[in-house]
């Protein structure tokens, strides 16, 4: 859907005439009350769920709980999916052409924040003539944005479902993602943000940048207990289980599985979107304005709210989740909290846990009575 | 000191003319019983303790522990520091020329393992016409180093002290090496190891390398309260505690800290030494040999152990120090073992905790007793 009114952007720029991709699923009500906006994380869209023609399964990135019949029912709801501004899988991007200087953005798109990302996604809503959300939705990154509609449109969210989220990065967070975003951009082939000119992709970076991320989204024990310190099925048939003796051969098994995950990504991504959206990450911060008071600043929410998260999630941890609900709960918000033992890490937001997906499924049955009365 | 006989390696390869750079701390006692060898981690040398002429301060990264009066006291003890086979400070390594062919080794030095190493080190003592050790000594790789010669030396050690180890590493472990090797593979000057010759370092990949070991050497706990989520002074400054809404630019502390990092290690570490001592660390694992069981392959060791781990080490955790503890005590050996309550994660091994300290002291005013009786 193309907007052509420029975005006033929390850095003080603007972006106009650009475009957002969006996806919807079920139907909207007479009274327009049942809409449930779904936000995303780092490598996804709008494309959150169901079958396009001629595909044999799904590729919606959270088609396990989205759907008829599923945890939220499209029967029930009417949802929406859509892809970020400065995302690079529909929306306008760096990879799109800039309408002030007629060339590609490359490194010259705005920096976009979490805050920018649910403006956006505000006037999509206008445009759709959705003014009241059911509920606001999201895991990671997404939980973020969902947090941040509660605060910035707190008359507009009626529920927000913050999953696997945080209310701010650690320094060890920001770490990770300032690796991710140097090994992008002192790849040779990046030129400054200006590669599309080039012909070129800073493959090698999008690669170490995806590895690393892999790493952080997985547990200790899945990774233990998926690959611990197997050999590839190739060298252990060479050598009776013995190792090569390398440097640089891919001998065990999450190597293997590491260096695929990277080349795979490293197809698809936009190595602009990638720096974008981890800044976008380091920045969201809503206690920042408030001296660092999470209470204070999650005092404007007027929503109810459920959190969930997962007990080996160690990038964004149950500590984190906890203290969101703690800061809601100091403001008399109305909290469900649902702590899932699950063996998975971060990836666990994106998986078929039945308990995770039975609390999601039992809240959005208590929604959908409450949008029936 | 140089070596010329061939020594055999693990890998069936050998390596002969080689050298290994070493330096000694006290005085060895007549009955040649008080000799300390200390094997260092990735980044260390045999520049174990003491200053050199002309310098303010010591270089010795393992200064706070060994020296006269000192936790390993060297008015007691004569300490010996060597440099590995294939690191970089000296001992025969990647940069230097292999006898068989006259060029620069580069990619082609001889894979070599934890068992190399510490059978190298062996070939030294005997050279020092050194027959037993009081006692063995090293943190992370090198408390590895430690561990193994209790196993292939049983009857040299008396004692073994393996500090902040790991009886392998964990899938989560190897993960981190390999993306640490690809960026430097990868990184178009290392010209497949052989970039000597080209006239160029691959910087690119040693940096991001470091920045990934970095991360993984701090506690998620110290980080934060190091850096948290400050702005650098320079930001700060400028803009009120504003963000630049920036990409590339250094704006957070914890980026500042680890590019710092990066840019130093780059400017001396070799890169073919840095796949070298990582895939030895990724190879370490002498239960493998046993179908997995530790207390099996543990069974020759003979010595007296201590083992001491950190609370906060999410690197070698408390754990893995537990699994070598469990498997010494089911071979009857006899271990002490101190968890530290510490908050710098892996790190924590190289500082001045008084209670780490305390323990090491008192261990080795222990054996320095049976030393003079």
Same mark, same amino acid.
């Given at each position: 859907?193309?907007?052509a ?8 720029a ?22 449930v ?13 169901g079958v *396009? ?5 799904s590729e ?28 690079c899988?529909?929306?306008?991007g ?9 060339r ?14 649910v403006?956006?996604?505000? /006037?999509l ?14 895991? @990671?990154?997404g ?6 509609w ?5 008359? /507009?969210?009626r ?15 920001i ?6 975003? /140097?090994?992008i951009?002192?790849d040779?082939?990046f ?16 690669r ?10 997985? @547990?200790?024990?899945v ?7 197997q050999?590839r ?24 599985y590491?260096r695929?995950?990277g080349d ?10 990638y720096l974008l959206?981890?800044r976008?990450?380091? *920045? ?17 929410a007027?929503c109810?709210?459920?959190?969930v998260?997962?007990t ?8 984190? @989740? /906890? ?17 899932i ?5 971060h ?6 846990d ?13 929604i959908a ?5």
């Open positions: 859907m193309p907007f009114a420029a975005l006033p952007l929390q850095s003080g603007a972006i106009r005439d650009y475009s957002l991709s969006f996806e919807t699923y079920g139907r909207l009500n007479a009274k327009k009350s049942n809409a906006l779904i936000c995303h994380a780092l490598n996804a869209s709008h494309h959150v769920a *396009y023609l001629g595909q044999d399964k919606g990135w959270w088609d396990n709980m989205i759907g008829p019949g599923k945890p939220l029912d499209t029967d029930k709801f009417f949802v929406i999916g859509v892809n970020n501004l400065g995302s899988f529909g929306s306008t760096p990879m799109h052409v800039n309408p002030d200087t007629g590609v953005y490359g490194a010259d798109f705005p920096v976009v924040t979490v805050e920018d990302w403006n956006a996604q505000a /006037r809503l206008d445009a759709l003539g959705i003014q009241t959300l059911a509920a606001v939705m999201g895991g @990671s990154l939980g973020m944005q969902a947090l941040s509660a605060l910035q449109y707190p008359d /507009r969210v529920h927000a479902v913050v999953v696997a989220s945080a209310p701010n990065l650690t320094a060890e967070n770490a990770f993602n300032e690796v991710a975003r /140097r090994a951009t002192t040779p082939d030129h400054d943000g200006h590669f599309y000119q080039h012909g070129v992709i800073p493959k090698r970076g999008l170490i940048a995806r590895m690393i991320g892999h790493i952080t989204y997985l @547990s200790d024990d990774m233990n207990e998926k690959f611990g310190r050999l099925e190739s060298v252990r048939r060479e050598g009776a289980g013995d190792y090569l003796f390398s440097t640089q051969e891919v001998e065990f098994q999450i190597e293997s590491l695929y995950q795979k990504f490293a197809e698809y991504f936009d190595a602009n979107t959206i981890t976008a990450l380091d *920045y969201f911060d809503p206690a920042r304005t408030y001296g660092g008071d999470l209470s204070q600043a999650l005092a404007r007027n109810k709210f459920l959190l998260s997962f080996t999630d160690w990038r964004f941890s149950p500590k984190r @989740s /906890r203290e969101i609900v703690k800061a809601l709960l100091d403001n008399r918000c109305d909290v469900s909290y649902a702590e033992d699950a063996p998975h890490g990836d666990a937001f994106l998986l078929d039945p308990r995770y997906m039975g609390v999601v499924r039992s809240y959005f049955d208590g009575k409450a949008v029936a009365a």
